[in-house]
């Protein structure tokens, strides 16, 4: 599975970004898709996930701000991030989890920094 991630950049406070992450090669639909994030130095972090069937989890400090969705037909997933705060400053990671065995699969990362 390959995965490759567009959509950061820099955005000020309170601003808004779209991420979308496309999947290609051995795709099953009931793959588990979703968006992690790292800042260097620190661990990699679950920011949301959706199931094929539109089930969303999110991390408590996205929540009400970030929304995850998926395009089953383009293997597609985005995350809209609204009212972004500089602690949102990050590397986001596309991820693709199997059900059957929780192999993961990830994106290269893109960027995305909160600043004014």
């Known amino acids: 599975v390959q995965l490759v991630e567009s959509g950061g950049g820099l955005v000020q406070p309170g601003g808004s970004l779209k991420l979308s992450c496309t999947a290609s090669?051995?795709?099953?639909?009931?793959?588990?898709m979703g968006w992690y994030r790292r800042v260097p130095g620190q661990q990699r972090e679950m920011v949301a996930t959706?199931?094929?069937?539109?089930?969303?989890d999110y991390a408590p400090n996205v929540q009400g701000r970030f929304t995850v969705s998926r395009d089953n037909r383009k293997n597609t997933v985005y995350l809209y991030m609204n009212n972004l705060k500089p602690e949102d400053t990050a590397i986001y990671y596309c991820?693709?989890?199997?059900?059957?065995?929780?192999?993961?699969?990830w994106g290269q990362g893109t960027q995305v920094t909160v600043s004014s």
């Open positions: 991820s693709s989890r199997r059900r059957s065995n929780s192999q993961r699969w």
């Open positions: 090669g051995d795709i099953l639909t009931n793959d588990i």
């Open positions: 959706i199931t094929s069937g539109g089930t969303e």
